[in-house]
């Protein structure tokens, strides 16, 4: 029995107390939900500092029972409990099994592409929808692109390229940390260097995989007029804007016949070709030497705990600001350009998967009729982009061309 709109799966964590006081502050009374993780204390601490007090769920990530009574008890979850490779499949099973929507702000390729492989067409069959990625990873670039594509659709046009300029300043989570260093720590983990990685089967060619392949040099980008670099988090957002456009392109809808997306780093127009190579070497030596277990190790000794993450004040100070070019199959060009204040991993994220479970709760006859693995694309097309403008996001697109 679906008694809950929204169960806020992990509400103790660092991201998962905000997406609390997010829904406290903007869905109050409104929508039945609650706050659910494995610590009843740590949990009623929570509850009672909430100007809406709400019920309390109780489930350890690993155990089955407790976590299908979670899922039995609501319409949709949103789950910030991670790592997910650690914690996430029993959820997302007892998800697909009972056809619940499930959000998350999981950045875990190999292991979203692991979830496909064993329950994408079992959601399909059960209509769950399940949706990785909601958080900076890769709403940003995977809604952006989506609104380009839309917009030339509008025009008749198909699309024949995006790329995405991103600039941001934020903190770093604990709980980030440790994803990471447990993504590296998989056997399987140089997966993610497959830039069709979430791509169905008989969506991959080697052709558009060699053309796809992850930017290690700066570039002379043509619209833009100035040098980019490498952007660290265009392994993982890639992929998601991809399997956006393979899906897309199953479901009739396709965003155009050789659609080929790519992302930078963009740190300004005074960016000569030595710094950018710098940030470039930066980018990708980080990439590299993450691989080897004992610098993650280091790394993970240096940064914050799980549960921990950067101060209100650097949350505040943060930014992000996405502009991306996409061009039509006849030439046309169109610019968009999603920002917002705030630390991207934790503000700008707790209201994009926040807006995005909303999405699901609220807006379910508003949205794409599909189940399955979802990106955010796919799951909310320009549904998410209005939520997240009228929260204050600010979404332009078209924009002014720059
Ligand atoms: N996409 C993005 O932009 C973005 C941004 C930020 C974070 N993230 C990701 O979001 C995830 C959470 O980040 P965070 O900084 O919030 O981490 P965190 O503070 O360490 O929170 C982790 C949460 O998982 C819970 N947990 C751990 N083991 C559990 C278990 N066995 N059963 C049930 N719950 C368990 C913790 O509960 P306790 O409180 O009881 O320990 C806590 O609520 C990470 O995977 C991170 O990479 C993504």
């Given at each position: 029995?679906?008694?809950h709109d929204v ?11 905000q997406t609390?006081?997010y829904?406290?502050a ?8 609650a706050?659910?993780?494995r610590?009843r ?20 990530a690993?155990?089955?029972?407790a976590?299908?009574?979670?899922v039995?008890?609501?319409?949709v ?9 650690r914690?996430g499949?029993c959820l997302l099973r007892s ?11 999981c950045g ?12 994408h ?12 990625c ?26 024949r390229?995006v790329?995405?300029?991103f ?7 604990g ?8 993504a ?16 169905p089967p008989?969506?991959?060619?080697a052709?558009?995989a060699i ?10 980008d043509?619209?833009?007029?100035h040098?980019v ?7 993982i ?7 956006s456009?393979?899906?897309a392109?199953l479901a ?16 300004g ?14 980018t ?5 030497v993450?691989?080897?277990?004992a610098?993650?190790?280091f ?17 505040d100070e943060g930014?992000?600001?996405?502009v ?20 991207p ?10 807006e ?5 709760a609220i ?10 693995i979802?990106?955010p ?5 320009g549904?998410?982009?209005v939520?997240l ?13 720059r």
């Amino acid at each position: 029995m679906s008694g809950h709109d929204v169960v806020l799966y992990g509400a103790t964590g660092f991201t998962g107390h905000q997406t609390a006081y997010y829904f406290d502050a903007h869905v109050g009374d409104k929508l039945n939900w609650a706050i659910a993780g494995r610590d009843r204390g740590r949990l009623e601490a929570i509850q009672a500092s909430l100007r809406h007090p709400v019920p309390v769920i109780v489930a350890d990530a690993h155990d089955d029972a407790a976590i299908d009574a979670l899922v039995e008890s609501t319409k949709v979850v949103l789950s910030t409990v991670g790592p997910y490779a650690r914690y996430g499949e029993c959820l997302l099973r007892s998800c697909v099994t009972r056809g619940t929507d499930y959000v998350d702000i999981c950045g875990e390729t190999v292991w979203i592409k692991r979830m496909i492989e064993r329950y994408h067409d079992r959601a399909v069959q059960s209509g769950a929808r399940i949706v990785p990625c909601c958080g900076f990873d890769s709403v940003p670039s995977d809604i952006g692109t989506w609104l380009l594509v839309d917009h030339f659709r509008a025009l008749g046009k198909r699309t024949r390229s995006v790329k995405a300029f991103f600039r941001a300043r934020g903190g770093l989570n604990g709980g980030t940390v440790a994803s990471l260093a447990a993504a590296m720590s998989s056997p399987d983990h140089n997966q993610i260097d497959d830039p069709l990685l979430l791509n169905p089967p008989d969506e991959r060619t080697a052709r558009e995989a060699i053309r796809s392949r992850d930017p290690i040099l700066p570039v002379l980008d043509a619209d833009l007029g100035h040098w980019v670099a490498p952007f660290f988090m265009g392994p993982i957002n890639t992929r998601v804007v991809r399997r956006s456009a393979a899906l897309a392109k199953l479901a009739q809808q396709t965003y155009g016949d050789e659609f080929h997306y790519q992302e930078y780093m963009n740190l300004g127009p005074n960016l000569s070709l030595l710094s950018s190579t710098i940030a470039a070497t930066g980018t990708v030596l980080f990439g590299a030497v993450a691989r080897v277990p004992a610098i993650t190790k280091f790394i993970e000794s240096l940064a914050p705990a799980p549960g921990e993450g950067p101060s209100e004040q650097t949350m505040d100070e943060g930014f992000f600001e996405c502009v991306l070019v996409g061009q039509s199959e006849d030439g046309a060009t169109a610019w968009a350009r999603l920002a917002d204040d705030g630390d991207p991993g934790n503000r700008a994220t707790v209201k994009m998967v926040c807006e995005a479970a909303l999405a699901l709760a609220i807006d379910r006859e508003r949205l794409p009729r599909q189940a399955g693995i979802l990106t955010p694309a796919t799951a909310f097309d320009g549904v998410l982009a209005v939520r997240l403008a009228d929260a204050g996001m600010q979404i332009e697109c078209p924009m002014a061309e720059r």
